[in-house]
């Protein structure tokens, strides 16, 4: 069974512009979770999607944004980027309707903003 | 308000010696815990979970943790810690609560000394 996939792995923007990652979850799983990874503010989530819903939301700005596809893929954008939002983007996608299911994380996509 | 600290940010073991990394959490009713390994530029991998079954739970790698309701811990021990296991490692609780959100600890960075 395949894992979680996120691409691009590596990428690097400039301050202003705009990105967006993408993330495939394992097959069968309906909710999609993203995390923010930095060395200050350590693992901080995002928001989830769950059947192309959004279900939970953390504390970001309206800059980051998501959605969730039909097959359950997802991706998230960033706009008008930041020097502060160079992080490690961490996908995470579960079954979704357990109250006891585990997270599968993929590798992260390192995002450096200049 | 549930919640989960991690008492130690960081922790240094000599090779050979066991590891003690403690997992405080805070919550209504029973949880479901879980404690992630996560390997430099790598996403989190599942050490093991908690959904309760047996309060001793045995994960991979040689590693285990005990659910202990009256000290509302989780700690996770290895009684021989191997250079591999240098890492970063995150406990998470996941409330019963049907919001389907995940708490995770600040993590605790894990040295081992050849």
């Known amino acids: 069974k395949a894992g979680v996939t996120q691409t691009p792995r590596y990428l690097i923007k400039t301050r202003g512009q705009q990105v967006t990652l993408s993330c495939s979850p394992i097959?069968?799983?309906?909710?999609v979770s993203w995390y923010q990874q930095t060395p200050g503010q350590g693992l901080q989530f995002l928001f989830e999607?769950?059947?192309?819903?959004?279900?939970n939301k953390g504390n970001f700005p309206g800059r980051f944004s998501g959605r969730q596809f039909s097959n359950s893929r997802s991706e998230m954008n960033v706009s008008t980027l930041e020097l502060g939002d160079s992080a490690l983007y961490l996908c995470?996608?579960?079954?979704?309707?357990?109250?006891?299911?585990?997270?599968?994380f993929g590798e992260g996509s390192r995002l450096t903003v200049l | 308000a549930q919640s989960v600290t991690q008492l130690d940010s960081h922790v240094s073991v000599s090779e050979g010696t066991p590891v003690l990394l403690r997992c405080n959490y805070s919550?209504?009713?029973?949880?479901?815990l879980f404690w992630y390994v996560q390997h430099p530029n790598k996403g989190l991998q599942l050490l093991l979970k908690?959904?309760?079954?047996?309060?001793l739970v045995k994960g991979i790698n040689g590693f285990e943790a005990e659910f202990k309701k009256s000290e509302t811990s989780f700690h996770l021990t290895k009684p021989s810690a191997h250079m591999s296991d240098a890492a970063e490692y995150f406990c998470?609780?996941?409330?019963?609560?049907?919001?389907?959100?995940?708490?995770f600890g600040t993590g605790t960075r894990l040295k081992v000394l050849a």
């Open positions: 097959s069968g799983h309906r909710s």
């Open positions: 995470a996608s579960s079954i979704g309707t357990e109250n006891t299911g585990e997270l599968f």
């Open positions: 919550s209504s009713y029973s949880p479901s």
């Open positions: 998470v609780v996941r409330p019963p609560s049907g919001t389907y959100k995940y708490i």
């Open positions: 999607y769950f059947s192309e819903t959004q279900r």
């Open positions: 908690y959904t309760s079954a047996a309060t």
